[in-house]
């Protein structure tokens, strides 16, 4: 079993949509939480940073996580066509020197 | 700020030759950089951490023969792929610490490596 899953899509919503991207993990150490966006051939962006239980809020991007289920998402409000991208949650526990284990990553495309 | 630069973004290369890749914290100094290796449809799998001026830290199952990492200075590490082959084609990104805190990590925009 990997230590963290995410569904790797791809996912087609309609502009507009609210879109909601989940991973779940199985080592409850990591308290670190982090959703990351990554276009074609580059490399991953910093979009939320959330540390243990809890909603944090950006923007249009909102980052959830529930430590007793061991689940996080992150949802997408009005969904643009430049959010078209695949989009990582990656975590960390405390002592792992920063380092930290990704999802396989979810790709989405937001039509017009 | 917090820029990374990778050098080159595509490589290809004949089998059994080696291949070096730098990566560069362009507007701070970073004591640690991490390279990771990604597959086509899968996850970023972290291969070693690089230290500033100490030998680098290889995950279980990474060949540190095979993957030579130099730190040799607060800005700049290379990784250079020895006798490369085709298994080795894959897509290279480095990060680099700009902090302590986790998410003060901030990645290169990753070499395509292909190995003929």
């Known amino acids: 079993q990997k230590e963290v899953e995410q569904d790797p899509g791809p996912l087609s919503v309609p502009e507009g949509a609210i879109v909601s991207l989940n991973c779940t993990y199985s080592?409850?150490?990591?308290?670190?939480f982090m959703w990351y966006r990554q276009y074609s051939r580059k490399g991953p962006e910093l979009l939320m940073y959330?540390?243990?239980?809890g909603n944090k809020e950006d923007g249009r991007f909102t980052a959830q996580v529930d430590k007793s289920s061991k689940y996080i998402s992150l949802f997408i409000r009005d969904s643009q066509p430049s959010d078209s991208a695949t989009y990582l949650c990656?975590?960390?526990?405390?002592?792992?020197?920063?380092?930290?284990?990704f999802g396989t990553g979810t790709q989405l495309k937001v039509e017009l | 700020g917090a820029v990374v630069s990778q050098h080159p973004s595509r490589v290809i290369c004949k089998s059994g030759t080696s291949v070096k890749i730098e990566c560069r914290s362009l507007?701070?100094?970073?004591?640690?950089m991490f390279w990771y290796r990604q597959f086509p449809k899968q996850s970023l799998m972290l291969m070693a951490t690089?230290?500033?001026?100490?030998?680098?830290?290889?995950e279980q199952g990474v060949e540190k023969d095979k993957f030579l990492i130099n730190h040799a200075s607060l800005t700049l590490s290379t990784l250079t792929v020895t006798s490369a082959h085709p298994e080795d084609s894959s897509f290279y990104i480095c990060?680099?610490?700009?902090?302590?805190?986790?998410?003060?990590?901030?990645f290169g925009p990753g070499t395509r490596l292909t190995v003929l």
């Open positions: 080592n409850s150490a990591f308290q670190y």
């Open positions: 690089s230290n500033e001026g100490s030998k680098a830290t290889y």
């Open positions: 507007d701070f100094q970073a004591t640690t």
């Open positions: 959330t540390y243990s239980s």
């Open positions: 990060s680099a610490r700009a902090g302590d805190r986790v998410d003060e990590q901030f």
């Open positions: 990656a975590m960390s526990r405390p002592g792992g020197g920063n380092k930290l284990t």
